[in-house]
């Protein structure tokens, strides 16, 4: 019988850089504030980045950050350029006896998520690129108030091939 055990909690402080950049992602999407042009407000316990963090339905709006795959192509210059998939779950609360259409409180919603992604697509210079690849849009009319809108990032990054932590020179330039 085979018995695993949950992994430790790593002892050093040298993290891929992918984690910088979806710390990124989640700090620029708790930016999200109900004000300067937002339709909704995220409060900083709502953008998760992982599974084990704990999920309060109650607590919606709210977004869960899924790492993806990731491909990998080596450079001359002893970089390495990747370009990971991020999906962003994401749940509203609906309520039943508001007069908005869902489509228009999912399209609002959706202008909120875009429009936080697209101010910096360098996610603060931590990325080559951010992309949103695909969105799109679930309910329930018959079991209200769950809602939300499921989006396809592609954020391309370099790293130093022989070290992924670090960002190979001219990884925080943006790329046209």
Known sequence: MVVSSPLPEPVGKTFHRRKAI???LKSQL???DGANGYNYEISSTSVLTSHTEAINFADRPMILIKQGQE???DLANGAMDRTLE???ETWLLIDSTANAQISEILNAWSFDLEATILKDRTLGGTAL????????SYSDVERLPDAGLLLELSIRYRT???N???ASPGASSPVS
Do not use: F, G, K, Y
Request: with cysteine; aromatic share 0%.
């Open 86 to 88: 991020v999906i962003l």
């Open 160 to 162: 130093s091939e022989l």
């Open 71 to 73: 491909t990998v192509e």
């Open 22 to 24: 979806l710390d990124a």
């Open 129 to 136: 690129d951010c992309n949103i690849v695909s969105s799109e």
């Open 164 to 166: 992924p932590s670090s």
């Open 30 to 32: 708790q930016a999200i």
